[in-house]
């Protein structure tokens, strides 16, 4: 079993869906959750980042983690084909060594 | 520009040709990271630095690579002795201890292709 799991898609939504990531582990050490965005042939920018379990909200952007579950989720509101791009959650214990998931690719159509 | 920055952003070599490249971390940060992506993955980590010091690598940095960050700032990755397997995106992140080292920036990738 891979530490991260994440469907690769491609998921394709019409603008202005609400669009729902998600991500599985298996490891329950893991504390800090994030999420990033990858535009094709740049390097990942940070979206959001999570402590241990709960919801954030940032914008059109909402990170959960149920680490009784060992699932997280990235939500987008009133998506933009601007959001169009690899989304990957990436988890840690302390901030050493970070494990990505292989990334969900995202289209969202005009 | 304040960002991580890499250079080269493309390298293409022969096989068994020996390859550096550079990565400049946001200044105020003190842990570097660097990790290899290939197409349809996501980074893949392979060593870590905070300050000068190389605190963990992992098995995917067989022998023929090795990393340096001799004063703390800059770091580099070399290469010896490519193989076709080496190629993919080699991307290097920075953070600032103290309370952000979740707040991993990334730089835009350096991209490696071994014919």
């Known amino acids: 079993q891979k530490e991260v799991e994440q469907d690769p898609g491609p998921l394709s939504v019409p603008e202005g869906a609400i669009v729902s990531l998600n991500c599985t582990y298996s490891?329950?050490?893991?504390?800090?959750f994030m999420w990033y965005r990858q535009y094709s042939r740049k390097g990942p920018e940070l979206l959001m980042y999570?402590?241990?379990?709960g919801n954030k909200e940032d914008g059109r952007f909402t990170a959960q983690v149920d680490k009784s579950s060992k699932y997280i989720s990235l939500f987008i509101r009133d998506s933009q084909p601007s959001d169009s791009a690899t989304y990957l959650c990436?988890?840690?214990?302390?901030?050493?060594?970070?494990?990505f998931g292989p990334g969900t690719r995202l289209s969202v159509l005009p | 520009d304040t960002g991580v920055s890499q250079d080269p952003r493309h390298k293409i070599t022969k096989r068994g040709q020996n390859v550096t490249f550079r990565c400049d971390p946001i200044?105020?940060?003190?842990?570097l990271y660097w990790y290899r992506q290939t197409l349809g993955q996501g980074p893949e980590f392979l060593t870590y630095?905070?300050?000068?010091?190389?605190?963990?690598k992992s098995r995917l940095l067989s022998d023929r690579f090795s990393a340096e960050r001799p004063k703390g700032s800059f770091s580099t990755l070399e290469i010896q002795r490519t193989e076709q397997g080496d190629s993919a995106m080699y991307l290097c992140?920075?953070?600032?201890?103290?309370?952000?080292?979740?707040?991993?920036?990334f730089g835009p990738g350096t991209r490696l292709t071994v014919t």
């Open positions: 992140a920075s953070s600032f201890v103290q309370g952000a080292e979740y707040e991993q920036y």
């Open positions: 490891n329950s050490a893991f504390q800090y």
């Open positions: 999570t402590y241990s379990s």
């Open positions: 990436a988890l840690t214990r302390h901030g050493q060594n970070f494990v």
């Open positions: 200044s105020e940060h003190n842990r």
């Open positions: 630095f905070q300050n000068e010091a190389q605190l963990e």
